[in-house]
Each structure stands twice: as C-alpha cells, then as structure tokens.
C-alpha cells in the first residue's frame, strides 16, 4: 500500500512523444483514473509505471521509493490487462496461485489466500475451470483476483472493462469501486469511456498527445474543465459568447427550456428521447452552425421538433474556456 | 444431399483403391498367408528366430531416437530465437529453414557427402585447426545417416513449434513478469508449458518420419547401417522373400499406426 508519483516522466519513440512530461501524484489509497482518446499515451503511461516499458527520461516512485530502473518483477504491482492475460493452461485456482508461488508462500497459506481473493470476486465454486470455460465478466474477475492476491503496493487497471457489454460494465463498475475501496489500494486506471472514468474516480487526469490536460476530481474537470479538449472530450459541451469575446462552457444539463419567457428564442432541430433524459437539438435564432444541446429529465414538459422555444441559462453555469 | 455427386467422386475411389489399398491389403495378406496351407504366423516366427532383424528393427529406433531428440535439441531453441525477431527477420529466417523444402532430397543427401566427406569442408576444417591428426569418419556410419536425417526432417519440428510459438500472446509473459516472476520462472512456468502440445506433436512426427526413412540412410549409411527401409529393400529386391518383407512392413505400420494415433491426440490438443 503505497502512493504513486511520476515526475517529468517521458518517452519517445524517436521523435513522436507518448508522453510527454508527465507528472502525478497519487495518494494512499485513491483511485485515480487515466482518461484519454486512443494514442493520447494512457497506456503508455501504465506500462512504464508497471514496468514493461521504461521511460525515456523522468522518474517513477511507488511507495517513495525510486522505481525507475527496477524490473516489472520487482515492483510488486498488481495489473490486470484489457484482454485479462489469464494462462490458458492453468486453472483458475492456478492462475491466482501463480503470485504466491513466485513468492515462495507456502501452500496451505498460499491455497487460502488465493480462495479468498476468489470469494472476494465472487468465484468460489469455479477454481477448477479453465479460463476459456469462462465468461468475459468471470475472466475479468479472474484477473482481478490474481492482481490483488498478493498484496500489491499498487493496483493497475488497463481498461479492466472495455471488453464486456454495457449491462455488465455498469455492474463491475459498481463492484471494482467497492473492492478497491475495501481493500485501500492505490489504483491507476485507464479508460477512453469518460462515463466510467466520471463514475470511479476520485480523481480524473486527462490525457492528449501524450501531454496532461487536467488533473482534478471528477466534478470538477466535468463543469469546470481546464481547456476545450477537457471540456469537448467529457461529454456534451457548448460554447457561447462572451461579452468580453471570450468563450464560455455550459452543459446540457444547466440549459433551461421554456415555452414562453426570458432568454433566447430558438427552434427545437431534434428531440431525442433517451430514457431518463430528452436531449435537445437547439438551432436559436441569428446564430448558424452548431446547434446547442440540452437535456432535460422527462417528466418536464416535453417540446416537439419544430417547436419555438426560448432558452436560457444562468451566469454561474458558465465556465471560460479558452479557444 | 448426402450422396449427390458420388458418381463424380467414383472414379478416383476406384483407382486409390487400385493403386493403394488393393497393394496394402495383399501385403497384409501375404504376412499372414502360406501357399497350399492358408493362415499362418510362420513368417513372424521367422523373424523371431533370425537375430538380424530384431537387430535391424533395433537399430532403426535408435537412430530415429537420435535423430529425433538432435532435433529437438536443436529445433526448440531455433524456433525461440526466430519468435523473438523482427517480422522481416522472422521472414527471413522463415524462408531459410522451408528452403531445403525445395531442394531434392536426394540432392540434399548427397550434399552431405561432399560436406562430411574425408576430404570435405568437415574434415578439412578440424584438420587445419589441429583438432585432428586423422579425417573423422562421418559417411557410412550411424553418425552420417542421424546427422542427414536430422538435416532433412529439421522443418517439421521446427515450422508446428514456431507457428505454436507465436501464437503466444507477449501479455502473458508480461503478465507474468508483473506478478513477479523472474525470466526462468516466466519460461518454465508459462511459455514452455504453452509450447509442449506442438513439440510433442512434432517430435512425434519426426520420430514416425524416421523410422520409414529411406533415401537418406541408404546413401550416408552406404548399406552398412541397416535401417528397417534398407532391409525391406534387400528382401524384395535382391533375395526375394516377400512373405518376410510383408510381415516386417505389417509391425512397423502398426508401430507406425500407434504412434500416429498419438500424434493425433496431441495435435488436436496443441490446436485447442
């Protein structure tokens, strides 16, 4: 159990950065998502901290120590890949035995604690299935238990749900936050799902062209994102003028639609019925191009396409953003 | 459906059944069969009584042994060093050892006896750099023919273990790495045991590939390395005893048989 911080840490191969720069402190017992678009450098980011890969320059501490240069197998990481990387020719008890071994735990200690983290992942009942007998979801848990097994200092996660369905991701997310808070370790997550890394994180650390965007809780990057990459890549977001010529953010959400009174009159181009929300497509009048978006929950007032509306929205929901 | 166009296929049912299975059958039959008496095991008990062929048949699996387990030796570890190259380097290295698949086994088989010769770039070699006084005798030996066979048969280890071998996703052994294993763990534990359907398959293969072997024992080991093939030969065409040939031919093809059906197992294992 241990923090994790990165400082300056880079790597290029050959003139192309994967990342560029990079600090980060993770705290004892966060869980600290990595989000970002394919090729910003996240999982980059994850193999040099796990030690599969090592940074051009910059260095990497786990636990205070300075792990720049030590192996993967020192590091006393647990990873869990995007594709699980269970051994197909063990079982599953074998697979989390596997850490133990290496330890040179002994058996019946070994066989206990690997029956635990099985339980823990509500698997008990399958130690003697192969891997490929099993489902995604089980897979993933599979590879879960095998990482946390031994206790590591830190946990890393490489799209631990990018492979399985909608339903079940939203399942696992819920169990994978209430696992990795019961056990207090400090976790590194990656993910391009920005609804993922919003709903697990306590903090969220953007990443672009290999390059830091923000770093802040989820919240916050939310409505107060530090540029229009954060601010685009988070979700819906749309920009109006400001007085001064800047631009400012407002969110869907924030934007307020009424069949009569104050604000902008507007069209309503599209409304999209999404189950617990309508979102609106607003093209608002002398203004061309994009249409404004808003969502509203469904049990307001409903607006058809064509509909004339006016809309508004308040100072304080609006955030600078720089061009 | 089923059925439909069998008249097509007809023709060729006939003419494998003319041209193969009509010959075997008459094989068995004439390791089983005395003129004027009917069924027998004469012909086996013959074969009891002569020492020469037991020694023959002897002879024939330990050379297949050697060379079998020289392939492997060597095999394994060629295949390992061509997963870890470049794609043009696998490439490369690829078309190097399928090479030999185009070339004549016969021009192959006597390439070594220009190499391996008494005044051959072997011998030559150790002379000049004082290892020897005397040529090492290569050719007509049992060394000659294990090292030709060994050469010949080394592409159907070598391709199945390569092809298994890349097979192998990098992130297990990554994997592995980052649950602390150290390399002769990672190896022992993960990557030779994911490797051990294909070369137990292939080392099968080879093994069956050797103990038919003819070409290549014939002329390294100069008639005086009797292997089951070159004793076949010498019973049908110079003494004529069929009857002794076939019974000889019916206990390798069911050794053969046997082995094969392992093969199989195992092969169908390494697939999955």
Not at chain 1, 97 to 113: C, H, M, N, S, T
Not at chain 1, 159 to 182: M, N
Not at chain 2, 214 to 225: D, E, K, M, N, Q
Request: hydrophobic content about 50%.
């Amino acid at each position: 159990m241990s923090e994790i911080r990165l400082e300056g840490v880079t790597k290029r191969y050959g003139t192309f950065a994967a990342a560029d720069n990079v600090d980060l402190a993770v705290t004892q017992g966060e869980l600290v998502t990595i989000l970002g678009p394919s090729g910003s450098g996240k999982t980059t980011l994850l193999s040099l901290i796990a030690g599969l890969n090592k940074p051009t320059s910059g260095r990497i501490f786990i636990g205070g120590r300075d792990v720049t240069d030590a192996p993967a197998q020192e590091r006393n990481i647990g990873l869990v890949f995007q594709s699980y990387a269970l051994f197909p020719h063990m079982t599953v008890l074998e697979n989390v035995l596997f850490p133990l071994g290496v330890r040179k735990i002994g058996r019946a200690e070994a066989d206990r604690l690997a029956r635990d983290a099985l339980k823990l992942v509500r698997l008990d009942g399958l130690e003697n299935r192969r891997p490929s007998q099993l489902s995604g979801g089980q897979q993933q848990r599979v590879a879960l238990a095998r990482a946390v097994v031994f206790k590591p200092d830190i946990l890393l996660l490489d799209e631990p749900l990018g492979a399985l369905d909608r339903k079940l991701r939203e399942e696992l997310q819920v169990e994978l936050k209430q696992l990795q808070r019961s056990l207090g370790v400090t976790t590194l997550l990656v993910t391009h799902d920005q609804e993922e890394a919003l709903s697990l994180s306590d903090r969220i650390m953007v990443l672009d062209k290999g390059r830091t965007q923000q770093v802040a809780a989820p919240t916050e990057a939310y409505l107060k994102p530090a540029n229009r990459f954060v601010a685009e890549f988070l979700g819906i977001a749309n920009f109006v003028g400001l007085p001064d010529g800047g631009q400012a953010l407002v969110r869907p959400e924030r934007i307020k639609i009424s069949s009569s009174g104050a604000g902008k009159p507007a069209r309503v181009v599209e409304a999209i019925y999404l189950g617990q929300m309508v979102r609106y497509h607003l093209s608002l009048d002398g203004e061309g191009a994009k249409p404004m978006v808003a969502a509203a929950p469904f049990v307001g007032p409903a607006y058809a396409t064509g509909e004339r509306v006016m809309v508004s929205w308040d100072a304080a929901d609006l955030w600078p953003v720089a061009k | 459906m089923r059925g439909q166009g069998f008249g097509f296929v007809a023709p060729l049912l006939v003419l494998m059944f003319v041209a193969f299975n009509a010959p075997i059958a008459y094989m068995l039959g004439l390791a089983f069969w005395e003129k004027g008496r009917g069924f027998t095991l004469q012909h086996y008990e013959g074969l009891l009584e002569a020492p020469v062929y037991l020694r023959v048949l002897g002879n024939t699996m330990r050379v297949a042994l050697v060379a079998t387990l020289a392939n492997v030796v060597i095999g394994y570890p060629l295949a390992l060093w061509m997963r870890g190259l470049s794609n043009r380097g696998r490439m490369i290295a690829l078309s190097l050892v399928v090479l030999p698949f185009w070339v004549s086994i016969l021009v192959r088989t006597y390439a070594w006896i220009v190499v391996l010769g008494n005044g051959g770039l072997v011998n030559r070699t150790l002379q000049w750099s004082g290892l020897t006084d005397a040529p090492v005798s290569f050719l007509y030996n049992e060394l000659g023919v294990t090292i030709g066979m060994a050469n010949v048969l080394l592409p159907f280890l070598v391709l199945p273990l390569f092809a298994a071998m890349i097979r192998i996703d990098d992130r297990l052994l990554q994997a592995a790495a980052s649950l602390g294993a150290p390399p002769r763990t990672i190896f022992w534990k993960v990557f030779f045991p994911l490797t051990l359907p294909a070369l137990a398959a292939g080392t099968l293969l080879v093994f069956i590939l050797c103990l038919g072997f003819y070409v290549t024992p014939a002329i390294l080991g100069g008639g005086r390395v009797p292997m089951i093939s070159n004793l076949l030969d010498t019973l049908i065409n110079q003494i004529p005893r069929w009857e002794q040939a076939a019974a000889i031919s019916t206990i390798l093809l069911i050794v053969t048989l046997l082995i094969f059906a392992a093969y199989r197992r195992l092969d169908r294992k390494a697939a999955a």
